[in-house]
């Protein structure tokens, strides 16, 4: 069992296949993932991570929580989530995920809180037909009929499907495919619906009915800091000795401009001792 990551619902589209059929996917997007606690079999009793995102100002947050990023070396994250894995499936503290932990064609379960829609009736909330719209029926056509019992026991069962809050619930729709994945933007294409308004995070993880497939990356997929480091520090140094180059190629410039004119004298007084030497030969032969 592997870890899973925080995803952001960026919104809704469609995507083509290849003989022109559409169907709708929604797109996540992959924010700094990082593993903020490792847990362990001896002092917690099971395995786990804890993954944070999201950016929050130290003030916003207590010390206790302050302390507790702290000291794992992490900056402070606006949500964290807790996921169950294997003991060959830890990941050190600190390590940021990459978009690569999942492949295409992977299933996978989605975790969130549903839309809130408030009061709602029985007609909406558990799908009734409602009363007829006719034969006597008076002013009462989407309401759910009665609910309770006789003298015994007297009153309405827990759990009965009556109106009340609709959504505003932790849902988590199963085997869901993923279609595509970014990753410059860091985006993953994942089809059909799934829990949750716009901008919300969302509980990504390997399905639990489904196998996963022969290439995954295993204990997860992980961006390397040091490689865009040594990158971005070569990067650098080519810019520096670009400009040492340039520098250079300058200082050589200035030295043959300070350097012609002399040359152009010598150049001259050369073909001036020549033309003396051939007027002087002449001379000779004359006399």
């Given at each position: 069992?592997?870890?899973?990551?925080?995803?952001?619902?960026?919104?809704?589209?469609?995507?083509?296949?290849?003989?022109?059929?559409?169907?709708?996917?929604?797109?996540?997007?992959?924010?700094?993932?990082?593993?903020?606690?490792?847990?362990?079999?001896?002092?917690?009793?099971?395995?786990?991570?804890?993954?944070?995102?999201?950016?929050?100002?130290?003030?916003?947050?207590?010390?206790?929580?302050?302390?507790?990023?702290?000291?794992?070396?992490?900056?402070?994250?606006?949500?964290?989530?807790?996921?169950?894995?294997?003991?060959?499936?830890?990941?050190?503290?600190?390590?940021?995920?990459?978009?690569?932990?999942?492949?295409?064609?992977?299933?996978?379960?989605?975790?969130?809180?549903?839309?809130?829609?408030?009061?709602?009736?029985?007609?909406?909330?558990?799908?009734?037909?409602?009363?007829?719209?006719?034969?006597?029926?008076?002013?009462?056509?989407?309401?759910?009929?009665?609910?309770?019992?006789?003298?015994?026991?007297?009153?309405?069962?827990?759990?009965?499907?009556?109106?009340?809050?609709?959504?505003?619930?932790?849902?988590?729709?199963?085997n869901l495919t993923?279609?595509?994945?970014?990753?410059?933007?860091?985006?993953?294409?994942?089809?059909?619906?799934?829990?949750?308004?716009?901008?919300?995070?969302?509980?990504?993880?390997?399905?639990v009915k489904s196998?996963?497939?022969?290439?995954?990356?295993?204990?997860?997929?992980?961006?390397?800091?040091?490689?865009?480091?040594?990158?971005?520090?070569?990067?650098?140094?080519?810019?520096?000795?670009?400009?040492?180059?340039?520098?250079?190629?300058?200082?050589?410039?200035?030295?043959?401009?300070?350097?012609?004119?002399?040359?152009?004298?010598?150049?001259?007084?050369?073909?001036?001792?020549?033309?003396?030497?051939?007027?002087?030969?002449?001379?000779?032969?004359?006399?």
């Amino acid at each position: 069992m592997r870890s899973g990551l925080i995803l952001k619902k960026i919104g809704m589209t469609r995507i083509f296949d290849d003989t022109g059929n559409a169907f709708p996917v929604t797109v996540l997007k992959l924010e700094e993932n990082q593993v903020v606690k490792v847990l362990n079999q001896e002092r917690n009793g099971y395995f786990a991570l804890q993954v944070g995102t999201g950016k929050v100002k130290t003030k916003n947050i207590s010390k206790a929580i302050r302390g507790h990023f702290a000291k794992s070396n992490v900056e402070p994250k606006r949500i964290l989530r807790e996921f169950r894995v294997d003991e060959e499936m830890l990941v050190e503290e600190g390590k940021t995920f990459s978009i690569n932990h999942f492949n295409v064609g992977q299933k996978i379960d989605v975790s969130g809180v549903s839309h809130g829609k408030g009061f709602s009736g029985g007609m909406k909330r558990h799908n009734f037909a409602g009363l007829e719209a006719t034969h006597g029926v008076s002013i009462s056509h989407r309401s759910h009929g009665s609910t309770g019992n006789s003298q015994d026991p007297g009153r309405v069962w827990k759990g009965k499907k009556m109106a009340g809050q609709y959504g505003n619930v932790n849902k988590t729709v199963q085997n869901l495919t993923i279609v595509g994945i970014n990753d410059v933007d860091e985006l993953l294409y994942v089809k059909g619906s799934v829990p949750g308004p716009k901008n919300s995070y969302l509980t990504v993880k390997d399905a639990v009915k489904s196998l996963l497939p022969a290439n995954t990356l295993k204990p997860a997929g992980l961006k390397d800091k040091n490689k865009l480091d040594n990158d971005q520090s070569d990067k650098k140094i080519t810019t520096q000795n670009n400009q040492i180059k340039t520098e250079t190629e300058i200082l050589k410039t200035d030295d043959n401009n300070s350097k012609s004119p002399k040359e152009n004298i010598a150049s001259v007084d050369e073909s001036s001792n020549s033309d003396t030497k051939d007027k002087d030969e002449i001379t000779q032969k004359e006399v």
